[in-house]
């Protein structure tokens, strides 16, 4: 058994998600997710999902919120906005799954298939989705996107979106790469709802960066800001890009001064020292 994600609720409930050989008895290749008691003392569901689960995150509500890949025909989607990358949203219960979504893209290029797969989320209080992901190929973005497009050889290039509440529109997508490609490991929101997101990336021409430090920068830490309209589209430059030290890879995000986000306190010191405080 492998635990790759967790998350608690505001009741002090804990989900994991992870993979076994055959996990609570399903197939092997499978993920597992679980409800755990806020005492510890009891499994409140375990379930099965035909996905690979990355990321997660649970509202007020108990529901939790799932990101990851999976094929379209192993799990459904309610909403198409792409290929391979999922997001899903399950009852407290774990009895359904509330909704689907799919985005990113797929390619297949000499042979090789890249695929994409959500690598964080985060949720506001409306439960609207902020999700970054992985894509070989630029992904369908919306009027205004920062990044509509790029050119780029390789499979690793990242994206950022927004998906509303009951998981029907796609309120925000914008790529994220360079000539060199690039990851984005982490998203958290700030107290006005200002997306904050961490990766890495060798691309001196990443979009928004004002500080490359040297062809090979392995560390960014931007802040995405929305215009007013409405939409929550990503149609505005990024307001603050750094990068810091080489081989230095920023693995998840950390909330600036303030914000009420608890994940990945721990990596509050690279916001702290970049110079954005």
């Not at 009895?95 to 090789?112: A, E, K």
């Not at 997101?197 to 960014?220: C, E, R, V, Y």
Request: aromatic share 6%; glycine share 10%; charged share 10%.
């Amino acid at each position: 058994m492998n635990a790759l994600s967790i998350a608690v609720d505001p009741s002090g409930n804990a989900y994991v998600a992870g993979s076994a050989t055959t996990p609570a008895g399903g197939p092997s290749g499978n993920t597992f997710l679980d409800k755990i008691a806020s005492d510890g003392s009891v499994i409140v569901f375990s379930r099965v999902l035909p996905a690979g689960v990355l990321a997660i995150a649970a509202d007020s509500m108990g529901n939790v919120t799932v990101g990851g890949y999976a094929s379209a025909s192993a799990f459904p989607p309610t909403s198409t906005f792409g290929q391979s990358a999922l997001v899903a949203r399950i009852s407290a219960d774990g009895s359904t799954i509330l909704w689907s979504v799919q985005l990113g893209s797929t390619v297949t290029i000499s042979g090789q298939t890249g695929y994409s797969q959500v690598q964080s989320l985060a949720l506001d209080s409306s439960g609207n989705v902020y999700l970054t992901g992985v894509a070989p190929v630029p992904v369908p973005t919306v009027p205004g996107a920062l990044q509509p497009t790029f050119t780029n050889p390789f499979f690793n290039n990242a994206f950022f979106a927004e998906l509303s509440s009951d998981g029907t529109k796609l309120l925000a997508a914008t790529n994220l790469s360079g000539h060199n490609g690039a990851t984005l490991n982490g998203v958290v929101l700030d107290p006005s709802g200002n997306p904050w997101i961490t990766g890495n990336t060798s691309s001196a021409d990443f979009p928004g960066l004002t500080n490359p430090s040297s062809s090979s920068l392995d560390f960014a830490l931007e802040r995405l800001f929305k215009p007013g309209d409405g939409l929550h589209q990503v149609s505005c430059p990024l307001k603050t890009a750094v990068s810091a030290h080489a081989n230095r890879r920023a693995r998840n995000c950390a909330a600036p001064p303030g914000a009420t986000s608890p994940e990945n306190r721990s990596v509050k010191r690279l916001w702290a020292s970049s110079g954005c405080g």
